[in-house]
């Protein structure tokens, strides 16, 4: 088989395309800016010259495109989308019941979505690591000294001075505070998400006069969808990554892996921003525990983070993300908190046992060999196919 891969920044590209040939299937690359477009003409040019020149048995990209699957409609030619983001507005497009459409999604709540409303090109696939590629990346002995801690994060706090919820600076104080409070709320929840339907027609209405959302020509999406996932969550996210890192830092060793410090982490070891393939696994294997913080936006769904925590050996403690029940065990593979106070009496315990520790790692270690590396997701995406 071959297939016509759109090549576009994702970070476990290299890995996918790795796995692909793993599995017998050859693939050429296809370049075009113009690919986050609904609409381009010299998008459809480029795409008609590619696919006319060779025969492929199906176009491949990470997130879906709606040019992209109206384009292979046009062709007759499948489209496999595998969305690893949340939330992503484009799976909103009237395109995502294109016949020639198979969107997997790695969060179930989503795929229930839309496969709840009758859209039958939606899948669940949950996301996955290179243990192969991970497992066998060694640290230089000069380099682990700057790497082994106690506890680190890998991840943004959402902290840039762009950031959509701070730019809705002519809201009412009304508006201000309500959304203030069920922030608040939908902070301490895990497992359930009311965000999007606690937005009122005067709240939205108020969003509205400040930053005006219109849905994209062929979108189906709601005004209250766009500001709950894209202004909210991230803001909250923000809140409670810096609340959770401000309190392990205190008690903890931690080291902070991020763009932009923040003046709230004054005893967090800033890092900086590390490489995804050539650094990022050493640091998860060498952090005696390593954090994840899920995106708000991100309902039931494993996380790549996760997946690259477990991929390369290392210990993960993570919010609930419901998802993980499918593939895992709690307290055999990872580890959950529930609350700020159980965050630091796990992060406590773990710290102080190290073969429970050790033990958990060794277990993830051989599941996620086992069953969760990209092949075996290929594997899952030509059964569907074919």
């Not at 082994?148 to 730019?167: A, K, Q, T």
């Not at 609350?339 to 599941?367: M, P, V, W």
């Amino acid at each position: 088989m071959k297939l016509l891969f759109l090549d576009s920044p994702a970070f476990a590209k290299q890995d996918m395309l790795d796995a692909f040939t793993d599995c017998g299937l050859s693939y050429d690359l296809f370049i075009h800016e113009g690919y986050h477009d609904r609409k381009n003409h010299a998008f459809d040019l480029a795409f008609d010259k590619a696919v006319e020149a060779v025969s492929y048995d199906f176009v491949f990209s990470f997130n879906y495109y709606p040019i992209l699957s109206n384009n292979c409609q046009r062709h007759g030619i499948p489209y496999v989308a595998y969305v690893y983001d949340s939330p992503l507005v484009a799976l909103y497009s009237c395109s995502l019941i294109n016949s020639c459409n198979y969107v997997f999604l790695f969060d179930k709540a989503t795929y229930l979505t839309f496969h709840n409303a009758g859209i039958n090109t939606v899948y669940y696939l949950p996301l996955a690591a290179n243990v192969r590629r991970l497992q066998s990346m060694v640290c230089p002995d000069a380099f682990l000294t700057k790497l082994c801690v106690e506890v680190s994060f890998v991840g943004s706090i959402y902290n840039e001075d762009h950031n959509f919820y701070d730019r809705l600076d002519k809201i009412s104080d009304f508006t201000r505070g309500y959304l203030d409070s069920i922030m608040a709320a939908q902070q301490k929840v895990y497992g359930s998400f009311f965000l999007e339907e606690l937005l009122t027609q005067p709240i939205l209405e108020d969003l509205q006069n400040c930053i005006p959302y219109q849905p994209m020509s062929d979108g189906t999406e709601s005004a209250a969808y766009v500001y709950a996932n894209y202004f909210l969550c991230r803001k909250i996210t923000s809140n409670e990554r810096l609340a959770l890192l401000k309190l392990a830092s205190e008690a903890f060793p931690l080291k902070l892996y991020t763009h932009q410090p923040s003046d709230q982490l004054p005893h967090a070891e800033f890092m900086g921003p590390v490489d995804y393939y050539s650094t990022m696994p050493l640091v998860f294997r060498h952090s005696r525990i390593n954090l994840n913080i899920t995106l708000k936006s991100i309902r039931t769904g494993v996380p790549l983070r996760c997946m690259d925590i477990m991929g390369s050996g290392g210990f993960l403690l993570t919010n609930f993300q419901s998802d993980l029940l499918d593939l895992f065990v709690p307290d055999e593979d990872f580890v959950f908190y529930e609350s700020e106070t159980d965050f630091i009496d796990k992060i406590r315990y773990y710290l102080s046992h190290e073969a429970s520790r050790q033990q958990i790692i060794a277990n993830c270690s051989g599941k996620m060999a086992e069953a969760h590396t990209f092949v075996h997701r290929v594997h899952s995406i030509l059964d569907v196919l074919t």
